[in-house]
């Protein structure tokens, strides 16, 4: 079943002084990013609270206990970096490989029950697509969960797919979003990414991405390079680079 964008919260998040940035004239490809480079759990899809969900199943499952600091101290990490931590702060009793396949097949079968879409998300990706606009999913997701996901796109909406097991360094190395730019043929410093989490956006920065942070779950400390809304809803493609202008000028 797919649910429509819905703004009910599943953490605690920060109030944001941001605006949304709203272009009246209509987008043209000077307007426009050279291409958009996405996040998915928790920037796509509302997938953070299925990954807490399938730690605190699994920790427990070892007669352990699981705190929302441990899980949030894990949001937007690579796989294997979660998965070790995981083993390092509990009784799990499984290598790196058993922990992420255990958490990444639950969430799959969450993600199959019911799609949370991040307001404004879906809508936005289809209206870059439309426009002529490249898209780039940039995850620390592996290929199993990251196709399911992508299966649920209108074909085609994705020109390049970078997974966390595809990548040497994950987030918030900048390989990740490098490889995405490369992959695509454009320059970094004229694409934007969308983010979520302090690791993604780090990302992103540091590899020349001007970053829109829409945190959610956790918090995300503000950083030169990238700029914060609250929401993607009624955010069009002509707005992004507006959106981003401010972090596209040299710091003084």
Known sequence: MLLPPDDGPTGTVPRLDFPVVTSTEPATRATLPAAVLWDMDGTLIDSEPYWIAEEHALVE?????????????????????????????SPVEADVVQVVDTLMYGVMDRVRD???????????????????????????????????????????????????????HGKPHPEPYLTAARLLGVEAANC??????PAGVASAVAAGVPTIAVPHVVPVPRMAGAVQLPSLRGVGPEDLLLAVSAARRPAR
């Open 61 to 89: 499952s070892f007669g352990g206990t699981w705190t929302d600091a441990h899980a949030h101290a894990l949001v937007g990490n690579p796989l294997e970096v979660s998965a070790q931590y995981i083993i390092d702060h």
């Open 192 to 197: 934007v990414a969308i983010e979520d989490s």
């Open 114 to 168: 019911q799609v949370p879409w991040r307001p404004g998300a879906l809508e936005l990706l289809t209206a870059l697509h439309d426009a002529g606009v490249p898209n780039a999913l940039v995850t620390m997701s592996w290929r199993p969960l990251t196709d399911l996901v992508v299966s649920l796109v209108p074909t085609g909406v994705f020109d390049v797919v970078v997974t966390g097991d595809a990548v040497g």
